[in-house]
């Protein structure tokens, strides 16, 4: 296990470093920078922008500043924060935490309802089930994710403030709230976000686990199971739904991913303060420095997902052991 870790920790530093360069130079490809709005402001002066310019290091050739921010990362400091005056180090933390347990809870989300009925769609092939399920997961796959957060939007706004949230990560009063009264209010202004998120997982893995079980149930070892005399219970929920689970495991890494990816527009739309609002924001300012701690953030939660998700394989499926994975 542990050539292993230290086998894939090796190999997310070139990958990090690819990344970040690239994001680096597509940002320093983009027309102007942050300071461009502020030359077109009569009040501040030429000096005062090549102060700026100076202060910021955006008078530096690209690959010097580039390896000066990548130095600073090393020691945990991502640069400033142009739009915000303030260090990006503090902002991502401040911010990290809600993308996370939002993805998390997502995550939870499209799996608790994925498996089982993905379990019921495959052992009752072509029923009425199998097609009215099917078919809302063919929906909730093309259904976009922003779309479905400005119809949950609608919903709570038509519904009334009072019964759900229709955006935000907390309420005014949040921080004159105690303890477990903060918990019901951010699990109260989860629910649409998670639920926006989680459809689209859950229609995927849903599919993902009908196909696996479809194709496992008619398998030798299972007709052996069958044979024996075991119930069909046992037969599905002991032998094919663990072998099942293999790529279903494989693909939590990816969803990680995809739900980060997905939840910046989500929280663009219902205002939620996280990382993919932050990122958004800085794109639009052109604020470079809060662009690249945001793309490092995500590029490591992906890495780290991946990462997981391979360590549950191992502890779901016993025919796998981190020996053959570290040879790969």
Avoid at 24 to 48: Q, R, T
Avoid at 55 to 83: C, E, I, M, N, T
Avoid at 215 to 236: C, M, P
Wanted: proline share 4%.
């Amino acid at each position: 296990m542990t050539r292993f870790l230290v086998r894939r920790l090796l190999n997310m530093i070139p990958l990090i470093i690819g990344i970040t360069l690239i994001s680096f130079l597509a940002m320093s490809l983009v027309p102007g920078d942050y300071l461009s709005n502020l030359k077109m402001n009569p009040k501040i002066s030429p000096e005062v922008i090549h102060q700026l310019q100076a202060q910021f290091g955006l008078d530096q050739p690209l690959l010097v500043r580039y390896v000066k921010w990548l130095w600073g990362v090393l020691h945990l400091d991502f640069g400033y924060s142009l739009q915000y005056r303030v260090s990006v180090t503090s902002l991502i933390a401040a911010r990290a935490l809600n993308t996370v347990i939002l993805a998390a809870a997502s995550m939870a989300f499209a799996w608790m309802l994925a498996i089982p009925i993905g379990i019921i769609v495959a052992v009752r092939q072509n029923s009425i089930w199998d097609r009215v399920l099917s078919f809302l997961a063919f929906f909730g796959m093309s259904i976009p994710n922003f779309f479905l957060a400005f119809l949950m939007v609608y919903f709570a706004m038509w519904m009334g403030k009072d019964w759900l949230p229709p955006g935000g990560t907390f309420s005014v009063d949040y921080n004159s709230l105690d303890f477990a009264n903060r918990v019901a209010d951010r699990i109260n202004h989860l629910i649409l976000p998670v639920f926006v998120l989680g459809v689209a997982g859950m229609a995927g893995l849903m599919r993902l686990m009908r196909s696996q079980i479809l194709e496992i149930k008619n398998s030798d070892f299972v007709r052996t199971a069958r044979a024996k005399g075991l119930s069909e219970r046992v037969v599905i929920y002991k032998h094919v739904l663990r072998n099942a689970l293999n790529p279903f495991v494989t693909m939590a890494g990816y969803s990680l991913g995809d739900l980060l990816g997905g939840a910046a527009l989500v929280e663009a739309v219902m205002n939620l303060q996280g990382l993919g609002l932050l990122l958004l924001n800085a794109v639009r300012a052109l604020d470079i420095y809060l662009v690249m701690g945001s793309v490092l953030i995500g590029t490591v939660l992906l890495l780290v997902g991946n990462l997981l998700a391979d360590m549950a394989l191992v502890a779901v499926d016993p025919r796998v052991d981190f020996s053959s994975m570290a040879s790969q």
